[in-house]
């Protein structure tokens, strides 16, 4: 599997972003900054990763509110 870069992580958070702002982007960035941390003092984690993953948990959001459908919607995006 291959792991985006932070860069293009957050761009395309940026893109999802202009397709349906609300909270939820700011959501995505506390969840990408707690992982971050936690993974920086759990040895083996990487930060990076971790950050990344959490940053684009919700991406699929994107399409708007569509309860449990955004994980599918983020997978496709993602894929």
Same mark, same amino acid.
């Given at each position: ?13 940026s893109?999802?972003?202009?397709? !349906? ?15 971050? /941390?936690?993974a920086?003092? #759990? &040895?083996?984690? !990487? ?8 940053l ?6 994107? /399409?708007?509110?569509?309860? #449990? &459908? ?10």
């Open positions: 599997m291959k792991i985006l870069t932070r860069k293009k992580a957050e761009e395309y958070l893109w999802a972003e202009k397709q !349906n702002p609300g909270p939820w982007i700011d959501h995505s960035k506390v969840v990408a900054n707690a992982c971050e /941390k936690i920086q003092n #759990v &040895k083996g984690m !990487n930060g990076d990763k971790a950050y990344i993953l959490g684009l948990h919700d991406v699929g959001r994107y /399409k708007g509110v569509t309860s #449990v &459908k955004h994980i599918y919607d983020g997978y496709k995006l993602m894929m």
